[in-house]
């Protein structure tokens, strides 16, 4: 036998770095802690996936919609790069129903979901030395992507006494001349936050002020139950250009679907002379399509949709809302809460001090998940030591068993001081 030399081969330590930020891998991790002689369902008060419940099957009209597509035979073909145009022609005409202008189909790039969407977007604006400001708290896929696409990452701050707004100081300070974008959440994931239209507008300014384009992920857009409704980034894009990030996932409750987009709002054409249209479409190119049977429903789902669907979401996401904000209020080891006003999430503190035998959220979230049967995220995946992430979209009765046993949980180990 030859003897051979050393093995080239070696992993991209790139992607061992991103997988720090992975939610999945996180809740996986609490997972394997669950008590298996435990007869109780394990409450998943973890994800974002209402689907699994049956209080928030999607419509009708949009499973009709898939079936008429594919049982047609006539998109069993690639899709066009971008996206079949009636499905851009679609998204084009729903958004612009909430913007002071009108979104051509050429405006809209159709993507396999929302994080394809965020992978493009990123893979577009990677240069050299090139960075780009997160939130903190935010949703790690961006910071694990952009990692990937070697993109620095620097953070701002959401001011939770401010209702999570935006540290604008704080982000002013920390861009410079090589900063190329923002990203905000709204509705907010993990806070459950909506920003004011006012707010938006500041951050529009601050965007136009250091001469970056703003990502606005509005996946959770119009599943709103507070006080503030849903404002679109895209409404300011007059100020400064934004790239809309969205999907069917959430507001249809149907996650697996995989069917997304990329819209620009820029009615002074910037993307287009600073070549990032240019660099969307490369970036599109490289990626794998959104199902074309998907791409086909898309007009009726969006056009047929009726009121009455997106009413009972509404009105049962309140619900779990103010049930879930209640409760955890009475006890004493959690802190910091916002009545949330939106998405399916928000943010808790754990006030260390007083618990017992626990030392910080992961073990919480560990012991929980032993204890209980229930399943929070833990709030370091988020660059938020000792706070959790509570979600609240799930069945309104499994809701309040997993509340229950929250309590008598931290009934149980509470400091004796």
């Known amino acids: 036998m030859e003897t051979r030399k050393e093995w080239k081969l070696k992993g991209n330590s790139d992607i061992k770095t991103a997988s720090s930020f992975s939610i999945a891998r996180v809740i996986a991790d609490v997972k394997t802690n669950i008590n298996l002689s435990d007869e109780r369902p394990v409450i998943p008060l973890s994800i974002g996936d209402p689907s699994i419940f049956p209080c928030f099957r999607t419509p009708q009209v949009a499973q009709d919609a898939v079936v008429d597509a594919l049982t047609s035979a006539k998109f069993n073909g690639c899709a066009p790069k971008g996206g079949l145009v009636q499905a851009r022609r679609s998204v084009a005409e729903y958004l612009s129903c909430n913007l002071p202008y009108k979104l051509s ?50 953070h701002f701050d959401l001011l939770q006494e401010k209702d999570w707004e935006v540290d604008l100081n704080g982000l002013e300070a920390v861009a410079d001349d090589n900063t190329v974008a923002m990203v905000i959440i709204n509705p907010g994931n993990p806070c459950g936050n909506v920003f004011t239209q006012d707010h938006l507008k500041k951050i529009a300014e601050t965007a136009r002020r250091l001469g970056i384009l703003v990502i606005a992920d509005e996946a959770y857009g119009h599943l709103t139950f507070g006080s503030n409704p849903f404002v679109p980034m895209g409404v300011f894009g007059n100020i400064a250009p934004v790239l809309t990030l969205g999907s069917i996932s959430k507001r249809w409750m149907v996650p697996g679907w995989r069917v997304g987009w990329i819209a620009r709002s820029d009615p002074h054409g910037i993307f287009e002379e600073q070549g990032i249209v240019e660099c969307i479409k490369r970036s599109l190119n490289a990626n794998s399509d959104a199902a074309t049977f998907m791409q086909a429903a898309l007009p009726q789902i ?36 916002k009545r949330p006003q939106g998405s399916l999430f928000f943010m808790v503190k754990l006030d260390m001090s007083r618990l017992q035998g626990i030392n910080d959220d992961m073990e919480f979230c560990s012991k929980l998940a032993k204890e209980e049967s229930v399943i929070l995220l833990p709030g370091f995946v988020l660059r938020m030591e000792n706070w959790v992430r509570v979600t609240f979209g799930i069945e309104p009765s499994a809701l309040e068993d997993g509340l229950a046993r929250i309590k008598a949980f931290c009934l149980r180990h509470a400091s004796k001081c």
């Open 302 to 337: 969006l056009e047929k949709t009726t009121d009455d669907f997106y009413v009972k979401t509404i009105n049962i996401l309140k619900k779990d809302a103010d049930m879930c904000y209640e409760r955890l209020k009475e006890i004493p080891c959690f802190t910091c809460l």
């Open 105 to 154: 189909p050429d405006d809209v790039y159709v993507t396999s979901g929302a994080k394809q969407a965020i992978e493009i977007v990123l893979t577009a604006l990677r240069r050299p030395d090139a960075n780009i400001l997160l939130p903190k708290p935010g949703y790690p896929a961006y910071e694990a992507l952009s990692v990937i696409n070697r993109l620095q990452v620097r």
